[in-house]
């Protein structure tokens, strides 16, 4: 089976930095990925790793260690507008290449 | 124009009936999604299915099934709704190249009463 487990609710500070960490287990890791959902809408796509490393995106940087099941999603310049729940998902091959989702992870930001 | 639109935005039936929600996706992509997000927020993948293939999360009860009736849509059709059913239903697509990136519809809000 898969496993992921990321931390409930977060706050943080306008103009600030805040790291949302994610770990998982799970056989034939083909992926891990990012979205982000704002209450009441949608999720939408932020950032995907497949090998150990940073990807920076604008403020959004995504971190992936395989050895180490563990990845986390780095946002800078905190604005109110990021306040929105953080999904980490990971596919595998043994799940026919489909995303099993974490929990969320609720970010408040604050003035 | 909306590139995944689901239809109703709302539903809100009676335990027994059946009911269908519509998707629909104008970016040409090749493979769709259905996705059930409960009162927790846990977002579950229900269904994908491409031109080729129909993968089954095997979790989810034979009363629920979704019909293509071409590449742009994907159907989920529910029977004998019971009160756990209730859920947001959050359809997707991707390009097979890039199955990572999915596009989510803005999601079907379904109370069983």
């Known amino acids: 089976g898969q496993n992921i487990d990321q931390p409930t609710e977060m706050t943080a500070t306008e103009g600030a930095i805040v790291q949302i960490n994610c770990t998982y287990q799970?056989?034939?890791?083909?992926?891990l990925f990012w979205y982000q959902q704002h209450a009441g809408e949608a999720p939408t796509f932020l950032s995907y790793?497949?090998?150990?490393g940073l990807e920076e995106k604008g403020r959004f940087s995504s971190f992936l260690s395989r050895s180490k099941g563990y990845s986390y999603l780095l946002l800078k310049e905190l604005q109110m507008k990021d306040s929105a729940s953080y999904l980490c998902a990971v596919r595998s091959y043994n799940y026919g290449q489909n995303f099993v989702f974490g929990p969320g992870t609720r970010l408040s930001v604050l003035p | 124009d909306t590139a995944v639109s689901q239809t109703p935005k709302y539903l809100v039936t009676q335990m027994g009936n059946d009911k269908s929600i519509k998707c629909e996706q104008n970016l040409g992509h090749d493979t769709m999604y259905w996705y059930k997000q409960d009162s927790k927020k846990f977002l579950k993948i229900m269904f994908s299915y491409n031109n080729k293939e129909l993968i089954i999360n095997e979790t989810v009860p034979n009363r629920f099934s979704p019909k293509s009736p071409d590449k742009a849509h994907l159907n989920l059709h529910i029977n004998s709704l019971e009160l756990g059913d209730s859920a947001v239903y959050f359809c997707?697509?991707?390009?097979?190249?890039?199955?990572?990136?999915?596009?989510f519809g803005p999601g079907t809000r379904l109370t069983v009463t």
């Open positions: 799970t056989s034939g890791f083909n992926g």
């Open positions: 790793n497949v090998l150990d």
């Open positions: 997707a697509s991707s390009q097979a190249q890039r199955t990572y990136e999915q596009y």
